[in-house]
């Protein structure tokens, strides 16, 4: 299976808003409402931001938002701060029932 | 709270087995699905598998004929064999819990570096 394909970096300035791409195909994104979204800062686990496409879990801001349109997922993160600033990985379900995960994006505020 | 912790030597010789256990506290193995992950040094994250304690598993396609995932329900704990490693088998290996669901990971273990080297 291959990895999702993320941009590898973004950026923004503290307020702003910036949205993370993922792209996949039917067979994983495209295929099912199971897509979820990680926030890594350095030498820490992962954590999870959101999942199955659009939900947030407890105690996650609501400056972050998900959505899904055919074989690419999107993270939005809206009035950027500068804790935001991490690498993002996005992973999803697939037709075999094993998971994926995206090459990741490095998010920084400028 | 849910923890996880992973534990196993941190230095494996190329050609050998990379074994890790996960001790998980909080919760029991007899629910939910169990995982590994891993990442190389600067790189990003790759799925190694899960496993149901009813012997459910599934693995990443590319390690499939490398890997098995276990679970001890009487020690509360999983684990990690990874044969024939090589030093791309280098990395940060974590182990984590699947959501309810089965379909997103919402405890991690801290992760343990495992450096494959003569």
């Known amino acids: 299976q291959s990895a999702l394909a993320q941009p590898a970096s973004v950026s923004g300035s503290p307020g702003q808003s910036i949205t993370i791409s993922c792209t996949g195909t039917s067979s994983d994104v495209g295929g099912y409402n199971y897509v979820s979204w990680y926030q890594q800062h350095p030498g820490k686990a992962p954590k999870v931001m959101i999942y199955?496409?659009?939900n947030r879990p407890s105690g996650v801001s609501s400056r972050f938002s998900g959505s899904k349109s055919g074989n690419t997922a999107s993270l939005t993160i809206s009035g950027l701060q500068a804790e935001d600033e991490a690498d993002y990985y996005c992973s999803s379900y697939t037709s075999s029932r094993t998971r994926v995960f995206g090459g990741g994006t490095k998010l920084t505020v400028l | 709270q849910v923890q996880l912790q992973e534990s196993g030597p941190g230095l494996v010789k190329p050609s050998e087995t990379l074994s890790l256990t996960c001790t998980v506290s909080?919760?029991?193995?007899?629910?939910?699905?169990w995982s590994w992950i891993r990442q190389p040094p600067g790189k990003g994250l790759e799925w190694i598998g899960y496993i149901h304690h009813s012997g459910s598993s599934n693995y990443n396609p590319s390690l499939k004929s490398r890997v098995t995932i276990s679970v001890d329900t009487s020690k509360n704990q999983f684990s990690l064999n990874l044969s024939s490693v090589t030093a791309a088998d280098t990395a940060v290996y974590y182990c984590?819990?699947?959501?309810?669901?089965?379909?997103?990971?919402?405890?991690w273990g801290q992760g343990t570096l495992v450096t494959v080297s003569s």
């Open positions: 199955d496409v659009n």
């Open positions: 984590a819990r699947y959501a309810p669901s089965a379909k997103y990971l919402d405890y």
């Open positions: 909080g919760d029991s193995v007899s629910t939910y699905y």
